[in-house]
């Protein structure tokens, strides 16, 4: 069975960071281009990023272009995402998934346990 559990979210004040941290099993992580997604407040899914298997192509939305990093550690399971300069708009429930493309519709199954982040003064 594939489980997903992100963690790290919290409360931050604008301009703050914060580190997300998703643990997988069920499935070959090593080998799976993977996603950070995210759902705001009465929107649908938007896909944030994505990492290759072995982390050598990275890719991000233009919204968190050159403040999130997305990271990956294969011999835990691990996958990271990292961010900085907060703004409100990034309040969102946010969830790791196997890379299924760009849009955020393609995730409304497949993801899992999300974890909130809250950006707010």
């Known amino acids: 069975e594939v489980q997903l559990v992100a963690s790290g979210g919290g409360l931050v004040q604008p301009g703050g960071s914060l580190r997300l941290s998703c ?3 069920g499935f070959r992580f090593s080998a799976t281009t993977m996603a950070w997604v995210r759902q705001a407040p009465g929107k649908g899914l ?3 990023s994505f990492i290759t298997n072995g982390g050598h192509r990275t890719a991000y939305a233009e919204s968190v272009e050159g403040r999130f990093t997305i990271s990956r550690n294969n011999a835990e399971n691990t996958l990271f995402l990292q961010m900085n300069n907060l703004k409100p ?3 969102a429930i946010y969830y790791c ?3 299924v493309g760009l849009s ?3 995730y409304d199954s497949g ?3 999300g974890t909130q982040v809250t950006v707010s003064s």
């Open 23 to 25: 643990t997988a099993s």
């Open 46 to 48: 938007e896909w944030v």
């Open 89 to 91: 708009d990034d309040t």
């Open 97 to 99: 998934a196997k890379y």
């Open 104 to 106: 955020g519709r393609n």
């Open 111 to 113: 993801r899992g346990q």
